[in-house]
């Protein structure tokens, strides 16, 4: 039996996620770079290591998961502590919160 890969140049064809909130049929339709640009909260493909879009959350938050793996670092890191919890979180500039 081959193994025929369904997907086009671009990625589309089918889906790259492992769970997700997308319906399936727009899933196929997307190139691979849109999905992984996607929160993986919303549509999880396992890029957000890779692409930056993580929660660096260390308590509590009022924000939901989508959205904070969607912030950018920069409105996380001015979000007050009592909204978005990021109490000694290190970012990628390797500053540290310390508000």
Known sequence: M????PTNEKGQGASHAVDSQVPGKVQEKVP????DKLPDAAHDTG????TG?????TGDSKVPQTL???L??????VVPNSIHDTSGAKFSDGSVDTK
């Open 2 to 5: 081959s193994s025929i890969n």
């Open 32 to 35: 691979k770079s849109v999905e």
């Open 47 to 50: 890029s957000n290591r890779q």
């Open 53 to 57: 879009k993580v929660s660096h959350a």
């Open 68 to 70: 904070q793996e969607g």
């Open 72 to 77: 950018p670092e920069k409105v996380e890191k």
